[in-house]
């Protein structure tokens, strides 16, 4: 039997990573917490961390074990709720990019806040982070630029876009209603840094073209880098659903792949049933997605 004070322990500990800091926030000592951690490993059966050099980093089991003690804790708090005051209204979270929340997903949001009583925590994770987040029970539901399926997680396509080259209005390429990548040859371009998969897309398309180009300035985060087009540093790739500054335009690039946001939740398979009000919130963001 998991007792639900070790489990409380593990949360704090799985957030901080960090015994002494885990500790200090649970008012335990640090030989406390070892403690109890070690029994659940020992009643778990499998190491639930390990150390990776100087850190400490949650096993394929910790993950696991993190969303249990997240989704036992939320049950434990729905049913107080409920028996104290009559009904429940715990927060529906949702992981997503800075992009998503600004270009796609108002409509959808909007109209689920304006349901009685609906309450939404909004994280702002980029793709990594907001797999992970629903992954270890953070979030509820997450959305997310993806290529394919993801391991012991449902990923549905809620709107593919295509990629467009912003550039100035007065920019001599903005005289083309259609451009290709060999017109971007020698053009100074705004990018993330290397290792992003946008930049990596846009760089292994640029090379199989044979197109030589040059990077002005890297830089992450749609609005930043459309600014940066604003001030004359540079042109730059972006989704095709961002919207532009006054004095910017787009031009598709046909030869670069379409971008998919997909809606992230745990697969049923793997966990109960969405919560009622999280389940609402995936049919709003399907239904105003496919319009």
């Known amino acids: 039997m998991l007792s639900s004070s070790w489990l409380e322990a593990f949360i704090v ?9 885990a500790a200090r926030l649970l008012h335990l000592s640090q ?3 070892h403690v109890q951690i070690g029994r659940l490993t020992e009643e778990i059966g499998v190491p639930l961390y390990q150390r990776i050099g100087r850190r400490l980093e949650l096993t394929a089991a910790g993950i696991e074990l993190l969303r249990f003690a997240r989704e036992s804790r939320e049950r434990s708090e729905q049913i107080v709720e ?5 009904e429940s209204h715990q927060p529906v979270t949702l992981a997503a990019g800075t992009g998503a929340y600004l270009y796609l997903l108002g409509p959808a949001l909007r109209e689920f806040t304006r349901r009685p009583k609906a309450r939404l925590e909004l994280l702002v994770r980029d793709r990594a982070a907001a ?8 979030a509820h539901l997450g959305v997310a630029t993806l290529d394919g399926p ?13 990629q467009v080259l912003v550039l100035p209005a007065r920019h001599a390429l903005a005289r083309k209603r259609r451009l290709q990548l060999c017109d971007l040859a020698n053009q ?6 290397e290792g992003q998969p946008q930049r990596t897309t846009l760089a292994q398309a640029l090379a199989s073209a044979g197109v030589p180009w040059r990077v002005a300035i890297e ?6 880098v459309l600014r940066f087009v604003e001030l004359g540093m540079g042109l730059t790739v972006v989704n ?12 598709p690039l046909h030869e670069l792949p379409r971008i998919s946001y997909c809606l992230i939740n745990r697969s049923i398979s793997r966990t109960a049933s969405l919560r009622s009000d999280a389940a609402l919130l995936r049919r709003i963001l399907m239904k105003n997605m496919k319009k």
């Open 13 to 21: 500990f799985a957030e901080q990573l960090n015994f002494t800091h």
């Open 31 to 33: 030989p406390a917490l």
């Open 82 to 86: 409920a028996l104290r005051t009559g």
């Open 131 to 138: 797999v992970a987040a629903v992954r270890s029970g953070e």
């Open 150 to 162: 993801l391991d012991g997680l449902e990923v549905k396509t809620l709107t593919r876009v295509e």
């Open 188 to 193: 100074p371009l705004i990018v993330p840094p």
């Open 219 to 224: 830089a992450t985060g749609w609005q930043l």
């Open 240 to 251: 095709g659903c961002c919207e532009l500054p006054r004095g910017l335009v787009a031009r």
